[in-house]
């Protein structure tokens, strides 16, 4: 079955500086590619996604990159808040599946 | 619109005794979902339903039992405690199996 793993699990920098989360999935034939945030206390909320036949996806200060070929989809956040702090998660769905595969989190920290 | 909710807030339990969560949704979406979440374990899926009156077992469904017995809502049962079902328990719910809406959780302490 599908597995992601995603990296780092923690990520600190400084307010204004770039973050870049990274995601590998195994399925080849997954196709759907969310992200989520979770703010201290709440639910996850999606943030951004990407189908498999789109390369990037941007949203104001928020993007989203994936590479099928290797496997692999990226977070990106410029020009960081400390309202960016949160827990995010990145997951895949395989090809006809009916639940979403998480990965484990990353927690970002941005300091002022 | 409420989106989801989740019933209760946060609960401590003794080992042995049961209760059941309760997760409702008003957006008339078929697929609902129970997560627990754990420090360092990510979202782990227990039990998950496609429609009204299916439940399909996740990865950790051991020691859980649910129900979808009216489209709106989906409940999640723990027979007989256990302190390793302490967690915070997320619902989730879509309309099909992409973009889930969450519901803000329920805390779970099992003494």
């Known amino acids: 079955g599908e597995n992601v793993e995603q990296h780092p699990s923690t990520l600190s920098v400084q307010e204004g500086d770039s973050a870049v989360i990274k995601c590998t999935y195994s399925d080849s034939a997954s196709n759907y590619f969310p992200w989520y945030k979770q703010e201290l206390g709440k639910g996850p909320q999606l943030i951004i996604d990407i189908r498999s036949n789109v390369g990037e996806k941007k949203d104001q200060r928020i993007a989203v990159t994936l590479n099928k070929t290797a496997k692999h989809f990226s977070l990106h956040i410029t020009e960081t808040q400390p309202e960016d702090s949160a827990v995010y998660f990145c997951?895949?769905?395989?090809?006809?599946?009916?639940?979403?595969?998480f990965g484990k989190g990353t927690t970002l920290s941005v300091s002022s | 619109n409420a989106g989801v909710t989740q019933t209760p807030k946060f609960r401590v339990l003794k080992t042995g005794q049961s209760m059941t969560l309760l997760c409702a949704q008003d957006?008339?979406?078929?697929?609902m979902y129970w997560y627990r979440q754990d420090p360092g374990m990510g979202l782990r899926l227990i039990h998950y339903s496609v429609g009204e009156g299916t439940t399909a077992k996740g990865e950790v469904p051991d020691g859980y039992n649910v129900s979808r017995l009216k489209k709106q809502n989906f409940l999640l049962g723990l027979e007989s405690a256990a302190p390793s079902q302490t967690s915070v328990y997320f619902c989730?719910?879509?309309?099909?199996?992409?973009?889930?809406?969450f519901g803000p959780g329920t805390r779970l302490l099992v003494l």
């Open positions: 957006m008339n979406h078929e697929y």
């Open positions: 997951a895949a769905l395989p090809w006809a599946g009916t639940a979403l595969i």
């Open positions: 989730a719910s879509a309309t099909g199996a992409e973009t889930q809406y």
